[in-house]
T-cell receptor
Framework: GAGVSQSPRYKVAKRGQDVALRCDPI?????LFWYQQALGQGPEFLTY????????KSGLPSDRFFAERPEGSVSTLKIQRTQQEDSAVYLC??????????????FGPGTRLLVL | SQQGEEDPQALSIQEGENATMNCSYK?????LQWYRQNSGRGLVHLIL?????REKHSGRLRVTLDTSKKSSSLLITASRAADTASYFC???????????FGKGTRLHILP
């Protein structure tokens, strides 16, 4: 079946502009994650959903970052008033969920955001 | 924040040789996972080892975990050009799915 998809693949924004990044997880996957990856670094955790519930948003760097998953499927990461330091690749991942057992995360191709 | 730290940061070896990468972490974990990332296929899960396991194999991959030393190693045997990629360890502290990635080891296989 189809994997995790993300759109747009590339986004150029002017500083101060708002952006919205979309993630379509694998059908039936309960858990959804957002990560931010700077050049040459590992992915940094931003936030985590189980169905529509946002269980952990401890990694969101500021209140300019907001994520939602209203129907427990597609998720949107919104960045308001973008800054140059927001330039990075934003990765989305989804996984099945089983009680008390970690599941493999399947990653999308990412959205490369460049803020000028 | 990043929990795991891979060593070395970069590694170049001849095709056919074995490659070993290490990961050290700071807090107690429930599981440790290794991922590979290259430009062609993005970030791909390789193997998961739970805190009560010491060694796991998957094809040419061998992972060890030493919870007393808070470290793990990934061995790739008989390396191939296609193994050129960045390799990340990621630790899960709880039994849910949240994981924290390290900074990665960049592996280059020389022809």
């Amino acid at each position: 079946g189809a994997g995790v998809s993300q759109s747009p693949r590339y986004k150029v924004a002017k500083r101060g502009q708002d952006v919205a990044l979309r993630c379509d997880p694998i059908s039936g996957h309960v858990s959804l994650f957002w990560y931010q990856q700077a050049l040459g670094q590992g992915p940094e955790f931003l936030t985590y959903f189980q169905n529509e519930a946002q269980l952990d948003k401890s990694g969101l760097p500021s209140d300019r970052f907001f994520a939602e998953r209203p129907e427990g499927s597609v998720s949107t990461l919104k960045i308001q008033r973008t800054q140059q330091e927001d330039s990075a690749v934003y990765l989305c991942a989804s996984s099945l969920w089983s009680l008390g057992a970690p599941e493999t995360q399947y990653f999308g191709p990412g959205t490369r955001l460049l803020v000028l | 924040s990043q929990q795991g730290e891979e060593d070395p940061q970069a590694l170049s070896i001849q095709e056919g040789e074995n490659a070993t990468m290490n990961c050290s972490y700071k807090t107690s974990i429930n599981n440790l996972q290794w991922y590979r990332q290259n430009s062609g296929r993005g970030l791909v899960h390789l193997i998961l080892i739970r805190s009560n396991e010491r060694e796991k194999h998957s094809g040419r991959l061998r992972v060890t975990l030493d919870t007393s030393k808070k470290s793990s190693s990934l061995l790739i045997t008989a390396s191939r050009a296609a193994d050129t990629a960045s390799y990340f360890c990621a630790t899960g502290e709880n039994r849910d799915d949240k994981i924290i990635f390290g900074k990665g080891t960049r592996l280059h296989i020389l022809p």
